[in-house]
């Protein structure tokens, strides 16, 4: 297969897969809220936080892994895959040992976090010790669905995942409708998180049988050394991330209380909803990307780079759009008025939706050429800087101040140092342009939204009218790009590729 059928292929199966996965998580949630309520949905999202958090052990080794990987799976040399797949083993191995001692210690201290712990959630401390184990059971698996990652065979990942969570769903609502349990609803999804890693090993182990032989060479000097320097980089860079994205929720149950910590996590599913169809789109081109860039020239890959910033543009300003006006009547139709947030927050959410997915282009460009160390500082102060603002505008505007705080700690530092770095180290190229075009994207996204806004706000309530609103953010926001990029070169080049793909599924 060439990079486009690969891409192709991936594609149709993560489509597919999310569009699955988003319509059981949107009916468990249902479920989960009826016969739980916001107290335990706080808690939920509590912990989600607080586990990642400590995924710092992870250290961004896997980004580094991934990175030597491709090269040598582009050239097929199968004694150095060995090597690093042997190396990655041990590492998370002893990464999953260190995770799970480091959550368990913060199991005493569960009352620091929260504003106002409540009194209606039995066995708190059984929930977080099992919440702990599901999150470090992927740990001993992670190897291999790298190797089918930097395979281009994403789509097998996908397909196992699929399957594993459309049974354990559906036994989640059984569980739930009988017995209003949540530890046992956690119990189901610990099997259900072992059962899919097993499952993608046995896969991997099948189609690269060299990854179960037992004679395999040491890793060259210059490699290890090099994969050093980058996890020290990453090192610093997953704290920065950790710091800035990670505690939101954390500030939120400390500042505002659990239940709006619960109202939150509503918001944040939609939005993840689409971080994970997003993030399904780019892991099927980010190693056709890597392969790119192991074998094409430099003006290749600054070609590569504008058509993906371009396409990034166009696809988050359109999700954000949306965001901003169906995100409130959805929840209405899903849950009902009482879980809605205010407007500022809304929009807030939106800002930092935007503002974050416009990095992914950036982060993915460097993760394949390997440009971990330049920007390196910049996750020192980021951190600190996050967490001070987040604090100071928490106690003056609650929910808003917190999450004004994470936009003005991204705007400050990785907004420009991250582009800076991939232009003067990667591309080659002055970063001027990179701005310029993305203040043209914002100014032409805040027009569409603008457009979108007031077409929306003549549409009746309930679901009919939901269902006008979302034509017209269909519609709307799609014309204006349209009508302004139809004769960018990017445009024509993506439109070609569309239209390439369009034929292979077909």
């Known amino acids: 297969m060439d990079r486009t059928e690969h891409v192709?292929?991936?594609?149709?199966?993560?489509?597919?897969?999310e569009l699955v996965l988003a319509v059981l998580k949107f009916v468990s949630r249902r479920v989960f809220v009826l016969l739980l309520g916001k107290e335990y949905l706080g808690i939920s999202g509590l912990f989600t936080d607080i586990l990642s958090m400590l995924s710092l052990a992870e250290l961004g080794f896997s980004v580094s892994i991934t990175y030597s990987l491709y090269r040598p799976v582009a050239q097929g040399d199968i004694p150095?895959?060995?090597?690093?797949?042997?190396?990655?083993?041990?590492?998370?191995?002893?990464?999953?040992?260190?995770?799970?001692?480091?959550?368990?210690?913060?199991?005493?201290?569960?009352?620091?976090?929260?504003?106002?712990?409540?009194?209606?959630?039995?066995?708190?401390?059984?929930?977080?010790?099992?919440?702990?184990?599901?999150?470090?059971?992927?740990?001993?698996?992670?190897?291999?669905?790298?190797?089918?990652f930097v395979y281009q065979k994403k789509y097998i990942d996908s397909l196992i995942r699929t399957a594993v969570a459309v049974i354990s769903t559906v036994v989640q609502i059984a569980v739930l409708l009988l017995t209003e349990n949540y530890v046992f609803y956690l119990?189901?999804?610990?099997?259900a998180s072992l059962t899919q890693n097993v499952l993608i090993s046995l896969k991997a182990d099948r189609l690269y049988p060299y990854l179960k032989e037992k004679s395999v060479l040491p890793l060259p000097a210059e490699i290890l050394q090099d994969i050093r320097r980058n996890?020290?980089?990453?090192?610093?860079?997953?704290?920065?991330?950790?710091?800035?994205?990670?505690?939101?929720?954390?500030?939120?149950s400390k500042f505002a209380g659990i239940v709006t910590t619960g109202l939150y996590s509503n918001y944040i599913m939609i939005r993840g909803f689409l971080n994970v169809v997003v993030n399904a789109l780019f892991n099927a081109v980010t190693p056709a990307l890597g392969n790119l860039n192991a074998t094409e020239s430099a003006q290749n890959r600054q070609s590569a780079f504008r058509r993906l910033h371009f396409f990034s543009a166009w696809l988050f300003g359109w999700m954000s759009i949306c965001l901003l006006w169906l995100y409130d009547p959805f929840i209405v139709i899903w849950l009902g008025r009482d879980y809605l947030l205010p407007r500022p927050v809304v929009l807030i959410i939106v800002v930092n939706f935007y503002v974050n997915s416009m990095r992914i282009p950036v982060a993915n460009t460097k993760s394949v050429m390997g440009l971990f160390w330049d920007e390196r500082y910049k996750s020192i102060l980021?951190?600190?800087?996050?967490?001070?603002?987040?604090?100071?505008?928490?106690?003056r505007w609650g929910i808003f101040g917190i999450l004004a705080g994470t936009l003005i700690s991204t705007i400050a530092l990785p907004f420009w140092v991250e582009p800076l770095g991939l232009y003067r180290h990667g591309l080659k190229q002055p970063v001027g342009e990179y701005f310029l075009r993305y203040l043209g994207h914002v100014l032409l996204t805040a027009a569409a939204g603008g457009l979108t806004g007031l077409a929306c706000s003549v549409t009746d309530q309930g679901f009919f009218g939901f269902l006008l609103k979302l034509f017209l953010c269909i519609l709307i926001p799609n014309a204006v790009y349209l009508a302004v990029y139809r004769r960018a070169l990017e445009f024509c080049f993506m439109k070609d590729m569309v239209e390439r793909i369009v034929k292979k599924i077909i």
């Open 80 to 148: 150095l895959i060995q090597s690093l797949m042997r190396l990655y083993r041990r590492v998370y191995r002893g990464v999953f040992v260190i995770v799970l001692g480091a959550r368990l210690s913060l199991t005493p201290f569960l009352d620091f976090f929260v504003k106002e712990m409540p009194e209606n959630v039995p066995n708190l401390s059984l929930i977080c010790v099992l919440n702990v184990v599901n999150a470090g059971v992927s740990y001993l698996f992670a190897y291999k669905s790298t190797l089918l």
């Open 187 to 191: 119990f189901i999804t610990i099997g």
């Open 231 to 252: 996890v020290a980089a990453m090192i610093l860079h997953r704290i920065g991330a950790v710091a800035v994205f990670s505690t939101d929720n954390i500030l939120i």
């Open 382 to 395: 980021e951190p600190p800087l996050n967490l001070a603002v987040s604090i100071f505008l928490a106690q």
């Open 8 to 17: 192709v292929k991936n594609l149709k199966f993560a489509a597919v897969s």
